[in-house]
């Protein structure tokens, strides 16, 4: 596809990020200190799980699904490491293998298989947590909630500017068969 005809598609992204900003400030759900170009920020991540994950609508629920893995996980650790926290460090490692372990079964099921998502969810709410220190379910729930949003428009961004570029190409490329006509009636013209 010649520079001229592809640059429509990069026009088209940046038209989706600089949307995503301007929604930013509408994101009005949990606590202040994590709204608005924060959570931009999840939905950015979210965006590029939707291409990890293969652009398709089975990896976008694996994504959600992993998020919100993520985000339980994270809680188990949390209420794991103050269990063990008069061990110090330790008790945050002891919490983190413990967890980590039935995080990588999920390997091993369809459904919780996109680890990546797992691990991205987790680290997000840990991220979030460190800003609004959540100590009670209340407060794990005003952080997840944003964040399980964020995702989900992240991805809703993905799904679009895959559906974009899939309709965009089909509309200025020729078909595989066209092109080979093509290719064959201009070596017959020449020779």
Known sequence: MPFSKFIVFPIFVALQAAIMMLIA????????TIGGVLLTWVAFQAW???????????AAGKTV???????????????LMGVFGKMGVWGGALAVFIVVIPVMCAER???????PAWFLGAGVFFALAAMHGPSTIGGYIEIAVPEMI?????????YCTVTFRTWYEKMVMPSVKEAGEETVEKVEQSA
Not at 52 to 57: A, E, K, N, V, Y
Not at 150 to 158: D, S
């Open 109 to 115: 099921v369809a459904i919780l298989n996109f680890i």
């Open 25 to 32: 400030p509408f994101f009005k759900v949990g606590p202040e």
């Open 48 to 58: 590029a799980m939707y291409f990890l994950g293969g652009c398709t609508i089975k």
């Open 65 to 79: 699904v992993g998020y919100a893995g993520g985000i339980i996980a994270s809680v188990a650790i949390f209420e």
């Open 150 to 158: 964020a995702c989900v428009v992240g991805l809703v961004f993905g």
